[in-house]
C-alpha cells in the first residue's frame, strides 16, 4: 500500500481519463452547436416568412397606388394608354388576389388575411368611383372603343348634360378629391390592421425562437468555459498542448470581436458556429439602427436618411419637390412651438397620404421638406400640380383646430441637373422663386 501510495496516480491513466473526458467535450460541443445552429435556422425561417407576409400586404397596396395612379392621369388627359395600363393591372396582372394567396397560409394567419381581403373589397368598391371617372373622360372624349366592364357603367342625366370640359373636370373631381382619397384610407388602414396581425403572429414565434437561442448560448458559453477549464488543466499537466487558441478566443469574446479560427478541429468547429452567430447578431443590431435616419416628430427621413436616399437616386428617374412652410416663423410665435410641431406632424402626414408609398418625404431642416419621387421617367407636370393644389387645400382645412398653412414648392426632374448637388441647388431657386411670386405656389424649374 506504502509503494502504492509513493507513487501516486498515474500519469497515462490521468492522461486516458482527460482523453475519454475530451471526447466527450467534443460531442457535447458539436450537439450543442448543432442544436444553435437548428436554433438560429428556425428563428431565420420564421423571419423570412414574416418578411414574405408583410411582402403580400405591401403588394395589395403598391397595386392600388397603381391603379390610381393610372385613372387619375387618365382623367387629367385622357390618354388611352393609362386606361390599358389601368385594366392590365385589375384583369391581368392581379396582384391583389396574389397578395391574398400568399397571405392564405393557414389558421395562423386568418386574421390577417380578414383585414387584407377586406382591403382587397375596399379596393374593389373604390373601382366603382373609378370606372364612373373613366365613363366621364370616354364620354367627353368621344371614344367608341374601351373595355366592355365600362359599357354597363350609366352616368347620371346631370353628368350626361355636362360639356365635355365639365365631364373631364368631373372625372378630375372624382378620383383627387377628399371623399376619394377616404376610401384610400380605407385601404391603407385595412392593410397596416393586416401587418399588425402578422406582427403579432411573429411576434409569439420569433420570441419562442429567441427564447430557445438563448437557452442554446448559454449552453455553448457553459461548454466553452468548462472545455477551457480542462485545456488549461491538460497544459499544466503536460505543458505540450497549445492554450494560445483558447486565451485569443476568451479575450476576443470579452472584446465583443469574432473569435480567431485556430486550434484543434473541434474548436474551429466551435469558432466558426460562434462568428456565424455572431455575424446574424451584429447584423441585427445595424439593422435596429436604421431609426437613426428618421425624424422623431413628424416620422419623415431626417438629414442622414435624406443624405443615404440621395447617394443611391437615379438622377434620369427621379422628381425632386422641395418645400417650405410659408410664415412658419410667425406660427411658432403667435400660436407657440407645440402648434408649430402639430403643423408639421399634419404636413407630413397629407404628403404621405397623397404620394405613393414608394416616395420619399424628408424633413431637411425646421420647416423645409424633400419629396423624392423615384420611377418618376419624366415630369407630370399635371398630375404633380394637382397633387400641390390638393395639399394646400388640405392644409387650409382647420377643422383639426390647427391654424391653416399654405407651402411653397420647387419641383426639378433629375434628368435636368448634373449630379445629386446641382438637383438640390435648382430645386431650391425654384422654391425661392415661388416664395418671390408671393408663396402658396410651386414653380417647375425650366433652364
Known amino acids: 500500500m506504502t509503494d502504492k501510495k509513493e507513487k501516486g496516480?498515474?500519469?497515462?491513466?490521468?492522461?486516458?481519463?482527460?482523453?475519454?473526458?475530451?471526447v466527450l467535450m467534443a460531442g457535447v460541443v458539436a450537439y450543442s452547436?448543432?442544436?444553435?445552429?437548428?436554433?438560429?435556422?428556425?428563428?431565420?425561417?420564421?423571419?423570412?416568412?414574416?418578411l414574405e407576409l408583410e411582402k403580400a400586404a405591401h403588394e395589395l397596396m403598391d397595386a392600388s397606388d397603381y391603379l390610381t395612379e393610372n385613372v387619375q392621369r387618365f382623367t387629367i388627359d385622357g390618354d388611352m394608354v393609362f386606361l390599358e395600363q389601368y385594366f392590365e393591372e385589375a384583369l391581368e396582372t392581379n396582384r391583389r388576389e396574389e397578395a391574398l394567396k400568399k397571405m392564405d397560409v393557414g389558421e395562423k394567419t386568418s386574421e390577417a388575411h380578414t383585414r387584407l381581403k377586406e382591403a382587397v373589397d375596399n379596393s374593389i368598391k373604390l373601382m366603382d368611383r373609378e370606372y364612373y371617372a373613366m365613363k366621364l373622360v370616354i364620354e367627353a372624349k368621344g371614344y367608341t372603343e374601351y373595355p366592355d366592364v365600362l359599357k354597363s357603367v350609366k352616368l347620371s342625366d346631370e353628368d350626361k348634360a355636362l360639356s365635355s370640359d365639365d365631364k373631364m373636370r368631373r372625372a378630375t373631381e372624382f378620383v383627387l378629391d377628399s371623399e376619394y382619397y377616404e376610401q384610400k384610407n380605407k385601404i391603407?388602414?385595412?392593410?397596416?390592421?393586416?401587418?399588425?396581425?402578422?406582427?403579432?403572429?411573429?411576434?409569439?414565434?420569433?420570441?419562442s425562437e429567441f427564447s430557445a437561442l438563448k437557452l442554446e448560448i448559454?449552453?455553448?458559453?457553459?461548454?466553452?468555459v468548462i472545455q477551457t477549464l480542462i485545456i488549461i488543466f491538460i497544459v499544466w499537466l503536460t505543458a505540450r498542448l497549445g492554450i494560445n487558441p483558447v486565451?485569443?478566443?476568451?479575450?476576443?469574446?470579452?472584446?465583443?470581436c469574432p473569435i480567431?479560427?485556430?486550434?484543434?478541429?473541434?474548436?474551429?468547429?466551435?469558432?466558426?458556429?460562434y462568428n456565424k452567430m455572431y455575424a446574424r447578431y451584429r447584423t441585427s443590431l445595424e439593422q435596429l439602427e436604421f431609426k437613426a435616419s428618421h425624424d422623431e416628430l413628424t416620422g419623415a427621413y431626417n438629414r442622414a436618411g435624406y443624405e443615404l436616399l440621395m447617394s443611391g437616386i437615379d438622377l434620369d428617374r427621379t422628381c425632386m419637390m422641395l418645400l417650405d412652410v410659408d410664415n412658419f416663423k410667425n406660427i411658432n410665435d403667435t400660436n407657440g412651438h407645440e402648434t408649430g410641431d402639430k403643423v408639421l406632424i399634419k404636413l407630413v402626414q397629407i404628403l404621405k397620404k397623397i404620394f405613393r408609398d414608394g416616395d420619399h418625404v424628408c424633413r431637411i431642416g425646421g420647416d423645409e421638406f424633400v419629396v423624392l419621387m423615384e420611377h418618376s421617367t419624366g415630369m407630370d407636370r399635371e398630375m404633380l400640380e394637382a397633387k400641390m393644389d390638393q395639399i394646400n387645400k388640405e392644409l387650409e382645412n382647420t377643422d383639426d383646430g390647427l391654424p391653416p398653412i399654405s407651402i411653397s414648392v420647387g419641383v426639378v426632374h433629375g434628368k435636368e441637373a448634373t449630379d445629386v448637388n446641382n438637383l438640390f441647388e435648382k430645386t431650391d431657386a425654384a422654391m425661392y422663386e415661388s416664395k418671390k411670386k408671393g408663396k402658396h405656389t410651386y414653380t417647375f424649374y425650366s433652364k
Open 9 to 22: 496516480i498515474s500519469l497515462r491513466s490521468i492522461h486516458i481519463w482527460l482523453v475519454v473526458i475530451m
Open 33 to 50: 452547436t448543432s442544436r444553435l445552429i437548428s436554433t438560429f435556422n428556425s428563428l431565420t425561417d420564421a423571419s423570412d416568412e414574416h
Open 188 to 207: 391603407r388602414t385595412n392593410m397596416q390592421e393586416s401587418l399588425e396581425e402578422v406582427d403579432k403572429l411573429m411576434f409569439t414565434a420569433e420570441g
Open 218 to 224: 448559454i449552453i455553448v458559453r457553459i461548454v466553452i
Open 247 to 256: 486565451l485569443k478566443a476568451v479575450d476576443k469574446i470579452k472584446e465583443d
Open 260 to 273: 480567431p479560427e485556430t486550434g484543434a478541429n473541434e474548436f474551429r468547429y466551435l469558432a466558426k458556429a
